[in-house]
């Protein structure tokens, strides 16, 4: 089994997990694949440095690959890769391959490709209702992906009333990830592209693409203390 740990900055990012396995299979990992959320809300961190939360995570929850995930935001990938790097510099005894994951504005851009997967995320997954996805070139460039999808999802519902106003985007917007198998669509943008080749040199390096793979044995999870 190759046990991976995907490090992040809230508990929505947990849609990531999907993506990332199919990235790994899509490289050539053939074997189990065990991905887990270092869910640090609770593990009383003396400080909020990156390179301090990677210690943590590895602590408890160690793994065969750590991808540590953070938005691009009004930063360029390049200096958002550079702080990351630099966190992991100051990291002690990593032990870990890790790999960034920096999606050019936020995480939710990626989940804008599939509007089957919408439709069904929204409970109406035989709607009319007309939706007007963007177009993949231009989801790097959305201002607001998240606000995007939430407003795909709400007219996806179909809902009126009450019930419209009372409908939880929020969630819905955790479960479109649930519906989409094939992301190779992503693969056009750059930072999907960009990590997909991070991806592959992590898996060839470590040669879990091969027969002969040992992966680490980690250690059940602690809890957080």
Known sequence: MLR???LSDGSSDQALLPILDWLLRRNGVSCAIEGKWADLRYARLASRRLEDRIERALDLYPCDLLFIHRDAEKESYEARKSEILAAL????NLGSSSVCVIPVRMQEAWLLFDESAI???AGN?????RLTMPRIGDLEGLPDPK?????????ASG???????KFS????????VEFIE????LLSLSAVAWLDEDVRVAVQSNRWSSSDFTPTQARPAEEPR
């Open 89 to 92: 510099s100051q990291v002690q």
């Open 119 to 121: 439709r069904r995320a």
């Open 147 to 155: 606000n995007t999808l939430h407003m795909l999802l709400l007219e």
């Open 159 to 165: 809902l009126q009333g009450r019930r419209r106003r």
């Open 125 to 129: 997954p035989n709607g009319r209702q």
């Open 169 to 176: 985007a929020e969630s819905g917007s955790r479960r479109v």
């Open 182 to 185: 094939d992301f190779s669509t």
């Open 4 to 6: 991976y740990t995907l």
